[in-house]
């Protein structure tokens, strides 16, 4: 692959790409229609898709420092941003954000507007700064601006953290969709997962992750949203779903009050299979106070701003200028499938409980349903589960029970999509999945090998030996991450934002602080870093073990108790030791502004 | 006072604004989800229930490319932008 060639041509490539992976839906299609099997079908995507995926990280092996950090830093502006989104939307925005909008409506929806306005923060705040730096690594910023050992060790500290929380979570959910895809038990399922995880990363580093991920998003996007727009199509409700479901949305809201929401008692759902719910809250009504709402979405923006995997996205492209135009696309891609989300939602709950369309299921008798063949195959999996709690024969609202991965899964089944619709989405999920773990598993391999290893145990260590380093890691760290995931210790959706409110907790300010506070220095960053981490965690602990918080901050949020803490330390400490050197403050003001040679250079 | 600190004074200005652009949207009109979702907004949907589902993430990215744009100029203006090799 010619580097200069290879970059001009990308538009090229990635329209082949495209076109041959819409090919392959229709080639299985049409296998589907002459008799292949669902299996067959399900083994077809995912398998196509992961093969596709290793061949590109093959193709971009390489053995510079350069290109293995941060792909050479000639990624351009729109790649990079779909290469961040598919960084970004992890298996849980993908399989379990619209299973959440359906069953908790408003009150989840701040996660909506929280992982889109930290984008906000990342283009005003960081990206283009940290890009002008020159940095491989995010501790590698901080241990260069503030300067010392102890400040880069308490960086990579925090973000080991933050992304283990995260990454087991998204080896747990590529498990869970190859064991479903290719029907074997979770435990191996999982270290399938994690070989195709490592394919894409081991050995292009940074540049075989970019462009898998490019790859990745291309899949997932179509996954999502050709189901969205054909089960909209289909019941009638709209050829452009996001623009056009008002009606469905407001007739929701009539349902819910003519069924109304009966509470079950506790005895009844202790017969309910764990991990299922059911509709118990309004789906467009304002359902949880302010502070809830802005808090959650308060602590996942400044999370955002802090992922040191996102945060390393854009140390990929080539200028500063097209650092900050990268973060417009990346959030661009994003937004095309979360606002997608609530639209899927509010099809998935429509179809299911209008009475007056044929895939209605309230209302009708518990024998009819249990009769139907997409509820069999759900219940089975256990993702479904109805009874007749009031003893009258028929389905109500409060007797029908679903899990939150359903929405996503088996929505197109319900509407009455053909299989080959579940097919890709299941590849469109492992594509999520994988495309974050990656970025996760690179991060913290990075940290570690750049900024323990090099910076500070050997300095002398030549670009192989380093880079032999940082692989022998990346799959000590993948195989770690896979382990803890094959034990099932938390569910997806939770570590995942535990991890955004432990990035906060110790990175936002000490970032933020280093760009914009040039009086900010050693020992205030590394009081922010340790102090707020600690002061998050113990907030948690104190939370889990039963304690009641203060001011509304939960277990979901905690990371607001610890950035005020990491903020307040940071500028007691610096205020009451020395201000930086002259060389620092000159750092300082070269980092704000773009012209001129990065300050680290080649490394 | 130098080049640099107008140029960063001036940069420091159009953070401020984009923040309070993004206060409004992330945070401001949250304050009063539950008096706005009683209107009905754009293309039918509740206000309130479609800035979560739309307005309020569109109205980031616009933002976005807004202040990158805004940026570049104020680069321009002081001759900080980068040279188009770099």
């Known amino acids: ?603 | 006072m130098s080049n640099q600190e107008k140029h960063w004074e001036k940069s420091r200005g159009l953070l401020m604004i984009t923040l309070a652009i993004w206060f409004v949207f992330s945070i401001g009109i949250f304050l009063f989800g539950a008096e706005m979702n009683e209107v009905t907004g754009p293309f039918g949907y509740p206000w309130t229930y479609w800035f979560t589902c739309q307005g309020s993430l569109g109205a980031f990215v616009i933002l976005i490319f807004w202040f990158a744009n805004r940026q570049e100029k104020i680069d321009e203006e002081f001759g900080f932008s980068e040279r188009e090799d770099g």
């Open chain 1, 1 to 603: 692959m010619k580097k200069g060639n290879f970059i001009d041509n990308l538009p090229k490539i990635y329209g082949i790409y495209t076109g041959g992976f819409i090919g392959f839906i229709i080639i299985m299609a049409i296998a589907e229609q002459m008799g292949m099997t669902a299996k067959a079908i399900g083994i077809g995507f995912v398998a196509f898709t992961v093969f596709i995926y290793a061949l590109i990280g093959y193709l971009s092996r390489t053995a510079q420092a350069d290109a293995y950090y941060v792909a050479g830093r000639q990624v351009p502006t729109v790649f990079n941003g779909m290469a961040t989104a598919a960084d970004w939307m992890s298996g849980a925005s993908f399989v379990a954000m619209a299973g959440g909008i359906y069953f908790k409506g408003y009150g989840y929806m701040a996660l909506l507007v929280g992982w889109t306005g930290g984008y906000v923060l990342v283009a005003s705040l960081l990206a283009p700064y940290l890009r002008k730096f020159g940095c491989y690594t995010v501790p590698d910023f901080i241990g260069t601006r503030y300067g010392g050992n102890l400040a880069r060790f308490s960086a990579v500290v925090v973000l080991t953290v933050a992304s283990f929380t995260y990454v087991t979570a998204q080896i747990n959910a590529t498990g869970t969709i190859a064991s479903v895809a290719l029907d074997i038990p979770f435990q191996y399922a999982v270290y399938i997962g994690l070989i195709s995880i490592l394919l894409c990363s081991m050995l292009g580093g940074m540049r075989g992750v970019t462009w898998t991920q490019v790859a990745q998003y291309i899949v997932l996007i179509i996954a999502y949203l050709l189901p969205v727009f054909w089960i909209s199509n289909k019941m009638g409700a709209g050829f452009f779903p996001h623009f056009m479901l008002a009606d469905e949305v407001a007739r929701i809201g009539e349902l819910e009050s003519q069924f109304g929401f009966v509470k079950n008692s506790a005895a009844d759902l202790a017969t309910v299979p764990k991990g299922l719910a059911g509709i118990t809250k309004a789906h467009s009504a304002v359902n949880a106070t302010p502070w809830a709402f802005i808090s959650l979405a308060l602590a996942m923006m400044m999370g955002t701003a802090s992922l040191p995997h996102v945060m390393m996205r854009y140390f990929t492209t080539p200028s500063v200028k097209a650092a900050r135009k990268s973060v417009g696309w990346s959030l661009f891609f994003i937004f095309l499938l979360y606002s997608s989300a609530p639209m899927l939602a509010t099809l998935s709950k429509l179809s299911l409980i209008d009475p007056t369309l044929s895939t209605g299921i309230i209302g009708k008798s518990i024998a009819e349903v249990q009769a139907i063949d997409w509820y069999q195959n759900w219940n089975q999996a256990n993702l479904m589960f109805i009874s007749d709690f009031n003893g009258n024969g028929t389905v109500e609202l409060n007797e029908f029970f679903m899990g939150g991965k359903a929405v996503v899964l088996a929505t197109p089944e319900i509407a009455g999509l053909p299989y080959v619709i579940s097919g890709l989405v299941a590849a469109g999920g492992m594509a999520a999945a994988m495309s974050t773990a990656d970025g996760l598993i690179l991060a913290i391999a990075n940290a570690i090998s750049h900024d323990v290893y090099y910076k500070i145990i050997d300095p002398k260590a030549e670009t192989a030996k380093r880079l032999v380093v940082a692989r022998v890691l990346l799959v000590v760290i993948g195989f770690a991450g896979a382990t803890i995931a094959a034990m099932e210790i938390q569910g997806i959706l939770g570590s995942v934002i535990w991890a955004f409110d432990f990035a906060m907790s110790g990175l936002f300010f000490p970032l933020v602080l280093g760009v914009w506070w040039k009086r900010a220095n050693r020992q205030g960053a590394i009081a922010g870093m340790l102090g707020g981490l600690a002061a998050g965690t113990w907030y948690l602990v104190w939370v889990r073990t039963g304690g009641s918080g203060f001011l509304g901050i939960t277990q979901l949020t905690f990371g607001i108790f610890g950035s005020a803490v990491s903020l307040i330390a940071m500028v007691v400490v610096s205020l009451m030791t020395q201000e930086p050197d002259k060389a620092t403050q000159k750092m300082v003001d070269e980092v704000r502004v773009p012209s001129g040679k990065t300050i680290l250079g080649k490394q």
